[in-house]
C-alpha cells in the first residue's frame, strides 16, 4: 500500500531545495569573480613593483582601451594604487556576500534535515 504524500511537506522541500539549488550557483559565481579579481590584483601588484625601480625621468604609456597614452610615472604609480584599492574593497564585498550566502545555504540545508526527521518521526508514531 502507498504511503500517502503530505503536499505541503513536499511543496516546502521543493521550495528549499531550489532555494538550495540558486545559493550553490552563486557561491560557484562569486569564486569565479574572486579568481579574476586576484589575477587583476596580482597584475597590478606586478606592474607596481616593475614600476617602482624605474628612474622618475622614464616616459611611460598607460593602457586606455584600446591605445596608450604618454602619462608621467608618478600618474601611472597613483592609478594602480586607486585601482588595487578598488580591486580591494570588491574583493571584500564579494567575501561577503558569499559569506552569506554559505550561511543561508547552511540554513536551508539544515531545514531540510529538520523536515525530513519530522516526516520520519510522523511515520515511525503512525507505524505504532
Known amino acids: ?12 522541500f521543493f ?7 540558486e545559493a550553490s550557483k552563486e557561491i560557484k559565481d562569486i569564486d569565479a569573480k574572486l579568481a579574476v579579481l586576484t589575477r587583476y590584483l596580482q597584475h597590478a ?5 616593475e614600476i617602482s625601480t ?6 611611460t604609456y ?4 584600446r591605445m596608450f597614452l604618454l602619462t608621467d610615472l608618478d ?5 594602480l594604487k586607486n585601482k588595487e584599492t578598488q580591486l580591494t574593497t570588491r574583493a571584500q564585498e564579494l567575501e561577503s556576500t558569499k559569506h552569506y550566502l ?4 547552511k540554513e536551508s540545508e539544515d531545514n531540510i534535515r529538520e523536515m525530513v526527521q519530522q516526516r ?9
Request: glycine residues 6%; hydrophobic residues 30%.
Open 1 to 12: 500500500m502507498a504511503k500517502p504524500v503530505d503536499l505541503e511537506l513536499k511543496k516546502a
Open 15 to 21: 521550495e528549499l531545495q531550489v532555494k538550495m539549488v
Open 45 to 49: 601588484g606586478i606592474t607596481q613593483r
Open 54 to 59: 624605474l628612474p622618475s625621468d622614464t616616459k
Open 62 to 65: 598607460e593602457s586606455v582601451g
Open 75 to 79: 600618474t601611472v604609480k597613483t592609478n
Open 102 to 105: 554559505e550561511k543561508n545555504l
Open 120 to 128: 520520519k518521526g510522523q511515520s515511525d508514531s503512525k507505524a505504532n
